[in-house]
């Protein structure tokens, strides 16, 4: 008989998106002339940047003519982008990557969800409070935790993210093996400073722990003072691999294209004590379970780094941190606590209302479509996502609807 | 103490396709002068259909205007591909599938390499032999095999597929609950006849097994007795899942799209003997480690089934099953056992020499870079996979080059 990995079975509910979802599509049934203002899921609206198109036009009429036509390609990316990537959002910054040390893939999203195969089952592991729900899944679907209790998966080590602190958690006060850090962050907009993430480096390194750092949404950092990779840390290439995505940078959230960095210095473990090479691991996944991104899709990601895609892609950035930074100081002039929205297209809005409520009240008072913090964790209770990703016009609605909305 | 996988430690040597690359790269490096025909690895050849290019500018085109952009699509497919998957694919051939029973996917590799994630660790797992290696190497990392013996994966049930059996498989002799199957089959090019899969289906529903069908290769069948997808068996929608692709079909190894079909009546078990969907975790697992397929791809694929489209696929499928035929005719005038080349894109070949000795007498002798069929298993030694994927010219040369080394 077929059994199946019970430990499916532990998952809480659906998929916090496909929750948001159904509620919208309720309301919209029930009211079909309401127009709604979406600033909810993190998704980008504004054109992809001409370089990106042209050079996707060019890649595809290459695959029209045999001698130019490409079939497979290296499951890790092909070379000119590996290059490009190395070059321009490392070395250029200080940070020593090399070109094989970066794998390009489809998405962030999977390579954060897979990259938990590589290692033991019975690592303890460490996740903040608010997160991004894939962190969570994907080491619940591998059995590294108990079935939920009270919202939380007994196994998990969850780090704290709250007002107290900043929204930039403590270091664990029991041992733990694999770290989850994201900033900027999702959902909150938090960003963490140099002196704060050497802490987390330092701690890895006297615990021989792996850091996951993901860094989806460093093309927003604006302040010169943040660091833009982890590898800006002394010390951080034996103990962390870090995520980067196109999807937020050039608007690929639909196109598909990201990278995670995985240097030869990093290692992890046998249960003798072996050192393992990490990058190697990841390279027998890579090639094993996945084929490579669509050629014109990388040649799209490669037109980022020319001049006139970094200068139009830096014009998207600016849009939406015009955007945010609005939010921002709307929600702050209406009396709510706010994080994010600097360095961040999240803001973290902080209310008395408990965070599904508040999720309703916009949504039928304001026809506003925000995320509910509960939705990514305990910690996210009493707080709202609020999206930068949307025309300033439609920006500016909402927040007048909402002001309009709670002064009834 | 980050402890690994220790399972991926028992991966024997590295993948195939990295192995024969170093010995032709090798073999280059002390002949540089030689010009070398590949008829190893399964890449096609032929440039892009004119539909699918069409489709996918157009496509690019939509993402440059605010209006027509589009970000994160449905992780399962845009219900345009879903559904016109559905209809020619299956319903056109009397198979009721539907289209929320289609999972858009970048390729059948990572489909068949992650479906196994869903189902319990100590499952009982019928693998052919000769094999993709995918379907091996995946169940290893997972940790449901011990450590290789002779070249064997204990825990592993071998279907061993030999000229004794037409390279079809008879039913496995001890009970195993999850079965790979392919047809028409990567390596030997082999096919099924209806009643042959009518016996695994049978099987499967008596022992509450799961078929994995991976049918990558279904558009080369031109036998019309030969049953296309599983589907057109009776009952198989309640035990079995179909994996299809469209980098054979329509030119698309470097544009990467695919398909899995799992039927809402597949049904997996608990070890309490509840039966669950199949459909509703490979969904979990999709929206939660998947964001979908890159936009102007979907719409490529999509013209697969236009008129245009599916004339000119088939122009396509035509071209390459000429050449099957050639080399397959080659072969057997040359004296050499074969299967495959008439449905099939692989020819494989049988001959007395051990076949990474075969190989080397081929790159060396006559210029020819093919598929040793030991990589594929055990049952594979004595043979070798050519594949069709060439020009015609290229074809004639390499059989004249081969003639000529055997007449030394």
Same mark, same amino acid.
């Given at each position: 008989m077929i059994h199946i #990995?019970? #430990?499916?079975?532990?998952?809480? *509910?659906?998929y916090l998106f496909a929750n948001i979802a159904k509620r919208v599509r309720e309301y919209q049934d029930e009211n079909p002339g309401r127009e709604l203002i979406r600033?909810?899921?993190?998704?980008v609206t504004q054109p992809l940047p001409e370089a990106c198109v042209t050079a996707m036009h060019k890649a595809v009429d290459e695959l029209t003519r045999a001698e130019t036509f490409r079939g497979y390609g290296p499951e890790q990316g092909y070379d000119f982008l590996r290059e490009a990537i190395a070059k321009h959002d490392f070395q250029a910054r200080g940070a020593d990557i090399a070109a094989d040390e970066v794998f390009v893939s489809d998405g962030a999203k999977c390579d954060t969800g897979n990259?938990?195969?590589?290692? *033991?089952?019975?690592i303890r592991v460490a996740i903040p409070?608010?997160?991004?729900?894939v962190y969570v899944d994907t080491n619940v679907m591998a059995g590294r935790t108990g079935a939920p209790q009270d919202g939380r998966y007994p196994g998990l080590v969850y780090l704290e993210c709250t007002p107290a602190n900043g929204y930039v958690p403590a270091l664990p006060t029991q041992p733990v093996d694999l770290i989850y850090l994201c900033f900027p962050n999702n959902p909150t907009g938090a960003t963490i400073t140099r002196a704060q993430l050497k802490t987390w480096v330092d701690y890895a390194r006297t615990n021989k722990a792996l850091i996951l750092y993901?860094?989806?949404?460093?093309?927003?950092?604006?302040?010169?003072?943040?660091?833009?990779?982890?590898?800006?840390?002394? @010390?951080?290439q034996d103990v962390a691999i870090e995520f980067r995505s196109f999807s937020k940078t050039a608007g690929f959230t639909g196109v598909r294209c990201a990278y995670a960095v995985v240097p030869k210095r990093c290692m992890a473990y046998t249960t003798g004590g072996a050192a393992v090479s990490v990058r190697d691991l990841w390279s027998r996944r890579h090639t094993t379970k996945f084929n490579g991104v669509s050629y014109p899709v990388q040649r799209a990601a490669e037109a980022v780094f020319s001049p006139e895609g970094s200068r139009q892609v830096r014009g998207l950035i600016d849009h939406y941190l015009t955007n945010a930074a609005y939010v921002r100081q709307a929600f702050q002039r209406m009396g709510f606590e706010c994080v994010g929205g600097d360095n961040s297209p999240y803001i973290w809005v902080r209310s008395e209302r408990d965070s599904w409520g508040f999720f309703d009240f916009l949504l039928k008072e304001a026809g506003v479509v925000c995320t509910p913090g509960a939705g990514f964790g305990?910690? @996210?209770? #009493?707080h709202i996502r609020i999206s930068a990703f949307n025309s300033f016009e439609n920006v500016q609605k909402a927040m007048q609807r909402i002001a309009d909305a709670l002064k009834k």
């Open positions: #990995n019970e #430990n499916y079975q532990k998952l809480q *509910a659906s600033m909810g899921i993190g998704d990259i938990q195969e590589l290692f *033991a089952g019975d409070d608010p997160v991004y729900p993901d860094a989806a949404y460093e093309a927003f950092i604006r302040d010169p003072e943040l660091p833009h990779s982890i590898y800006e840390i002394e @010390g951080a305990r910690c @996210g209770e #009493n």
